[in-house]
């Protein structure tokens, strides 16, 4: 099985560029198996919405 | 509307092109400078304006092309040659231990949409990504802010696509970090 290391790096690349078969197939295992990568991802999807949204003016003060 | 394009309309949408510049260029003056020319070029060019896309669109695609001039420039005057802020693969080497698992694991942030409504979150959020080194942080709002392509940054910077994910990763790396410690380690379980 694959390192959390490992595993965090597709999930980065996975805002990149679409995963290969046998990737997504490691992912989704690790990630039922493991809480920390699991946050991981739902962070990386939020940092984009974040970025944008404060581009954007949703911050702005 | 044909040719209604007036100076106060464009100049609305300065607090926003500057914050956009500012993310990506992280200087001030460089920031105003490029928002300046960006003005000027509007309020010039404004009769080429067609009216297919919102000001703000059209605005913005001025704006993209006056700050990649920027980046050219500044990698023209000073390089950012790769382990100018450490090497990446190094760092993000350092947040795992030797077998694969994190150091510290991500937490859960619980909801985070709703940080989003708040104004102190946004301050953290502004001092985290300045916290990110230069070169990382130059190649992680091209991505996010200026939307970029894999395949547009690579070639603007002369790198490879590994060496991008590499770059892109330890910047959410740290950005998170930083938003895990400052923020949302209050919500920590």
Known sequence: MRSCKEISELLSQAQERPLGRAERWSVQLHLFLCKGCSNFRAQVNFLRAAVRRYRDGGGAH | ?189
């Not at chain 2, 490029?34 to 000027?40: C, H, K």
């Not at chain 2, 703000?56 to 980046?71: A, E, F, Q, R």
Request: hydrophobic letters at 40%.
């Open chain 2, 1 to 189: 509307m044909l040719g209604g394009l007036g100076d106060q309309d464009l100049l609305q949408y300065r607090p926003y092109l500057l914050r956009y510049a500012l993310l990506q260029l992280r200087n001030q003056d460089l920031a105003e400078d490029v928002v300046q020319e960006t003005l000027l070029a509007a309020l010039e060019g404004r009769a080429r304006f067609s009216g297919n896309s919102s000001p703000k669109t059209w605005l913005t695609g001025i704006l993209k092309h006056k700050i990649i001039d920027v980046i050219r420039r500044k990698s023209r005057e000073q390089p950012l040659a790769a382990g100018e802020d450490g090497d990446e693969s190094e760092t993000v080497d350092t947040l795992f231990k030797g077998d694969g698992h994190w150091q510290q694991m991500p937490a859960r942030w619980g909801n985070p949409e709703q940080a989003l409504e708040n104004r102190k979150f946004w301050e953290i959020f502004e001092l985290c990504s300045r916290l990110m080194p230069e070169r990382t942080a130059r190649v992680f709002m091209l991505r996010e802010v200026m939307e970029f392509t894999t395949e547009e940054i690579c070639q603007e910077l002369a790198i490879t696509p590994t060496t991008l994910w590499v770059i892109l990763h330890r910047a959410r790396l740290s950005l998170r970090e930083c938003l895990e410690i400052k923020w949302f380690g209050g919500t920590r379980k």
